[in-house]
C-alpha cells in the first residue's frame, strides 16, 4: 500500500512550489503499467547519446542526461509525469542540489526544463509520442507532444524510429513546434554548437544505424571507450612510426660505414674527404 505524498499547507503570501510541492523524494520513479516494449535498443540507443551529449560550449558540470526517468511538469497535478527516452539538460548541475544522484526530474525543483528530448518510437508509444492522441477530458494527463511543446516548452524535440530508420525532429517556433530540415543528415543546434544524426557503426559490438551526437560541423563526439580505443590507437602508430624511424637510421649508418669502407679499398681516406668539402 502506497501512501499519498504530504504537501505543506498554503502560507500568506504563497510559499514558492519548489516548498509546497512534492520533491522527487515523495513522487513516483516508476510505473509497471507504464506503455512502451522495454528491449535492447532501448537501453543501447539512450545510452550512446548519453554518453556522446558534450555540449562544447558548456561547462561539463553543468550538463545533464537521462533515460527513462519520470519527468514531472504540472504545478497543478504534481502526480502527471512523462517518461522519456532520453533528454538533455544545459545549466544544470549533474547531482541534485550538487549531492544527491536524482530519482526523477521535477521541473519545480529544477533551475531549468530540459533542453532537447528524444522519443524512440515502439508499436505501444507511437500515438502518444507524435500528438495523434488527444485527450478531452480536463482530469486526463496530456500527451508528450503537448507537454513537451506547449507546458515545458522544450527547444528540440526529436523522434526516431528504428523500424524504418526514420529520422523526425521538431524546433519550438513562436510557442509551437515546426518540423526540422536536415543539414547533410544531421539536425543542427547551434545553441550547443552540436548536432544530432544517424550513424552507421559498431556500439557495444552491434553494428546498426544508430542516433549519436556530433559536433556542428559533423566530427563524432567519441564514447569514452571509442576515444580510449582511438588514443591507443593513436599509440600503436607512434610506436611504429618511431621504430620505423631508427631502422631507417640504422639502415643510413650502414650505408655511410659500407661506403666508408669501400673509399679505404680505393686508398681514399673518408675523413679528409669530410674536411675537404
Do not use: C
Amino acid at each position: 500500500m502506497t501512501s499519498s505524498p504530504h504537501y505543506i499547507p498554503q502560507s500568506d503570501p504563497p510559499l514558492p512550489p519548489w516548498e509546497t510541492l512534492p520533491t522527487m523524494y515523495d513522487l513516483p520513479s516508476n510505473n509497471p503499467e507504464e506503455p512502451g516494449l522495454p528491449d535492447d535498443f532501448h537501453f543501447l540507443q539512450p545510452l550512446l547519446l548519453y554518453l556522446t551529449f558534450q555540449p562544447i560550449n558548456w561547462n561539463p558540470e553543468l550538463v545533464y542526461s537521462a533515460a527513462d526517468l519520470n519527468l514531472y511538469y504540472d504545478l497543478q497535478h504534481p502526480l502527471w509525469y512523462k517518461r522519456p527516452d532520453w533528454f538533455g539538460v544545459v545549466g544544470v548541475e549533474k547531482l541534485y542540489k550538487g549531492q544527491d544522484l536524482r530519482l526523477s526530474y521535477v521541473t519545480w525543483q529544477e533551475p531549468a526544463n530540459p533542453f532537447v528530448v528524444v522519443e524512440l518510437l515502439s508499436p505501444g508509444t507511437e500515438d502518444e509520442d507524435l500528438g495523434t492522441r488527444r485527450e478531452s477530458a480536463a482530469d486526463k494527463p496530456p500527451n508528450k507532444w503537448e507537454v513537451y511543446e506547449r507546458i515545458l516548452r522544450i527547444p528540440y524535440y526529436v523522434v526516431f524510429s528504428r523500424y524504418t530508420n526514420e529520422l523526425r525532429a521538431f524546433q519550438l517556433v513562436g510557442g509551437h513546434y515546426e518540423a526540422m530540415n536536415l543539414t547533410e543528415g544531421r539536425l543542427l543546434m547551434p545553441e550547443i554548437d552540436l548536432s544530432l544524426g544517424l550513424w552507421q557503426g559498431s556500439f557495444r559490438d552491434i553494428e546498426r544505424l544508430w542516433l549519436r551526437w556530433f559536433t556542428l560541423t559533423g566530427e563524432l563526439i567519441p564514447a569514452p571507450t571509442e576515444e580510449a580505443a582511438a588514443a591507443t590507437q593513436r599509440a600503436i602508430i607512434a610506436e611504429q612510426e618511431a621504430t620505423e624511424a631508427k631502422q631507417e637510421a640504422a639502415q643510413a649508418k650502414r650505408k655511410a660505414e659500407q661506403l666508408a669502407e669501400r673509399l679505404r679499398q680505393l686508398g681514399v681516406n673518408p675523413d679528409e674527404l669530410d674536411e675537404l668539402l
